[in-house]
């Protein structure tokens, strides 16, 4: 494993200072320098996002957060089915995980940590940073951040904003983030869409600096498709995509020794989960292929390497200890 190399500087108006990155994990090379097989070396991200299957975005309009606690919880038994998928592969992950989960699910957290995952955060009430004022994001993912600490012992580095809502307008996030010791962020997905979405970020891992310090972004795996740049992370679209198309993404990032970016929800794998009454079009987005999910996730993960997040973050954060809150990370 190596630091974060830098390459160049980009600036444009409103938008944050970027410093690209040319390599996370080096592939092709192993300790002695020597040329090894790429397939072999890279390892891409695998990252899961922690929630339950009444808590996505889409349902915001019909499922209140009040309402929560009415809805049976099916998200322990699914964590252990993604938990015993990676463990059979060998494979340790990123699991950004809902405040609101860890209150209520402690244990689950800490098997996911006691399997050698990595903890980030995920906010707590699963609230697109679009519908928050500055004041309200830092509250959410200060608390978040605490209880994830408090039940694992080990420092949290990275943050993903439910529904990738991080957007130009509201680079004030990445800010916040710096400010409350985040070390890195995965929430950018430089793609064009309706409801999210940073088509102006470099579709591969980058330095962002911002007046409050220097964070790392994770953005979300992308190809180019008849000259558009279209997602390909997973979630909804290892659903909906036919696989070849997420395939492909991976393997471009491996022929170019990038690393990218891979992410699922628990609920994804459930095929037995409750059918709640949602207008059509919200039906169809997010129960359709569900049924295929398991099976392309094994797939993904026998064809490619991936590892977690945390990995590519220089030794000195990694190493963050609770009772050393003044240290900082230096990303070069």
Known sequence: MSGIVTASTRRSSGSPSVTSVTTLLRAGENSTGAKASVTQTLKHFFTVDVEEYFQVNAFDEYITRESWPTYPSRVADNVDRLLDMLAQHRVLGTFFTLGWIAKRHPRVVKRIAQAGHEIASHG????????????EFREDVRLSKEVLED??????LGFRAPSFSIVPGREWAIDVLIEEQYAYDSSMFPVRR?????????????????????????????????GVRIPAAGGGYLRHFPYHVIQR????????????????????????????????????R??????????????LLSEFSFTALR??????????????PTDTVVLQ
């Not at 039940?151 to 949290?156: A, C, D, F, S």
């Not at 891992?205 to 008849?226: D, K, Q, S, Y």
């Not at 970016?261 to 709640?276: C, I, N």
Request: hydrophobic content about 40%; glycine content about 4%; aromatic content about 10%.
């Open 286 to 299: 997010h129960y359709r292929g569900i049924r295929n999910t398991a099976e392309r996730v094994e797939r």
């Open 249 to 284: 993404a991976f393997r471009e990032h491996t022929e170019n020794r990038l690393p990218a970016v891979f992410y699922v929800h628990p609920w994804e794998l459930d095929t037995e989960q409750p059918r709640l009454p949602v207008p059509l079009m919200t039906r169809v």
């Open 151 to 156: 039940i694992t012992g080990i420092r949290v």
């Open 124 to 135: 707590w009430w699963h609230r697109k940073v679009t519908a928050l004022t500055a004041s």
């Open 194 to 226: 309706p409801e999210y979405g940073y088509p102006d970020a470099p579709p591969i891992a980058h330095i962002i600096e911002r007046p409050a310090g220097r964070l790392c972004e994770f953005p979300l795996a992308t190809t180019v498709w008849n």
């Open 311 to 324: 990995d590519a973050i220089p030794p000195a954060a990694s190493l963050w200890s609770l009772t050393t």
